[in-house]
């Protein structure tokens, strides 16, 4: 027997998120249809204005609401230093750690030969504006994988032209692993180990 069209379109649309099936998305439907109206409007309507009101920060690529992130806006923060990450999930991460206290730079992937992305396809020309006689150091942190690594590797050689500190974050992350997952103390040792490139 068919699911009806409204419940089969909802699972559908829930199956379009990282990593939920097919039963795991009938379990969500489910669970929406034992909610009342209100919470269910609160849901539609949270998807909605997220989709309408986050943007991408104009000078490092972050999510928020305004042109500038709170954190490019505080100028309280290490403007001599750039921590270079692949995805806001990471600046959120690098930030529970409350010891960096420099800028950050989101380039929003990796170069993959795989699925054909290159280092022009990343948000990397805009970080180049940024660097002017203030950035003294730019710390890759991309995950240690091999299109992170890749990554690491085009970025530094990209970077070397200015007169500037190059580090890469240090191995205390396993290969294979992101930074979103990592605990804060293999964080914080990652960052402080970082070695120069």
């Keep these: 027997m068919e699911y009806p069209y409204s419940f089969e379109e909802l699972v559908e649309c829930f199956k379009l998120l990282p990593g939920i099936g097919k039963k795991g998305a009938e379990r969500m439907v489910y669970h929406v249809l034992s909610m009342d109206e209100d919470q269910v409007k609160r849901l539609s309507d949270a998807l909605i204005n997220l989709k309408k009101n986050m943007k991408y920060c104009q000078k490092c690529g972050h999510i928020c609401e305004d042109e500038l992130c709170d954190i490019c806006k505080d100028t309280s923060r290490d403007q001599s230093t750039i921590c270079i990450v692949e995805s806001p999930r990471d600046v959120f991460a690098m930030e529970k750690l409350k010891e960096y206290n420099g800028l950050y730079h989101v380039i929003h992937g990796t170069v993959s030969i ?16 940024r660097i002017d006689e203030n950035v003294k150091e730019v710390i890759i942190a991309t ?10 590797l085009f970025l530094a050689r ?3 032209q200015y007169d500037i500190s ?32």
Excluded: H
């Design 114 to 129: 795989m699925d054909g992305k290159t280092i022009e396809d990343l948000n990397v020309m805009s970080l180049f504006d």
């Design 143 to 152: 995950n240690p994988t091999r299109e992170g690594e890749t990554t690491s």
């Design 158 to 160: 990209l970077l070397s």
């Design 166 to 197: 190059i580090s890469r974050i240090a191995n205390g992350l396993p290969m294979g692993s992101n930074l979103e997952y990592a605990d804060e103390l293999t964080l914080l040792k990652s960052l402080e180990g970082r070695k120069k490139l």
